[in-house]
Structures are given as structure tokens and as C-alpha cells.
């Protein structure tokens, strides 16, 4: 049988995911493992630490930055649609 949730329940739901997704954006991973989501979190953190490296010495350059900014909106989306 369904279940249906109050409007408390789905308002926190929303901040609590909306939470995950902004620490996820700031340290990418972060949501994921608040989220319990362990082995995403890991590979999610390990690409970024891996990517910022990258970029720091062979592209150091806008698109990089550009590169950087949209691996961490891919995160912190990703955390916040799996809550």
C-alpha cells in the first residue's frame, strides 16, 4: 500500500536534499556520502581531486575553470535528485 507523506515530511525532504546538493556542489561527494551513498561518494571525490589536478598543470585556463565548475554542478545535482 502507498503511502502518502505529509507536507512536513515533504518540505524537509525538499531542504534535506537541497542541503546534500550545495555540500555536494562544495566538495563533490559530500552529499553523497551524507546520503550514505558511500562508493559514489568516493569516486565522485577521487575524480574531483583527480581533475583539479589535471587542470592545475595542463589547463590552467578558463575552460578549465569551466571544466571544474560543471563537475561540481554534476555532484551537487546528483546528490540532490538522489535523496
Partial sequence: MLKLKSNKEMIVMDMNSLKYGVFSFIIP????YLNDDR???AG???GAVA???FIWFFMNNPLGSAVQTLYHLYAGY???KNY
Fill in 29 to 32: 561527494g559530500l552529499g553523497q
Fill in 78 to 80: 546528483d546528490a540532490y
Fill in 51 to 53: 581533475i583539479h589536478i
Fill in 44 to 46: 565522485l571525490l577521487a
Fill in 39 to 41: 562508493q559514489k561518494a
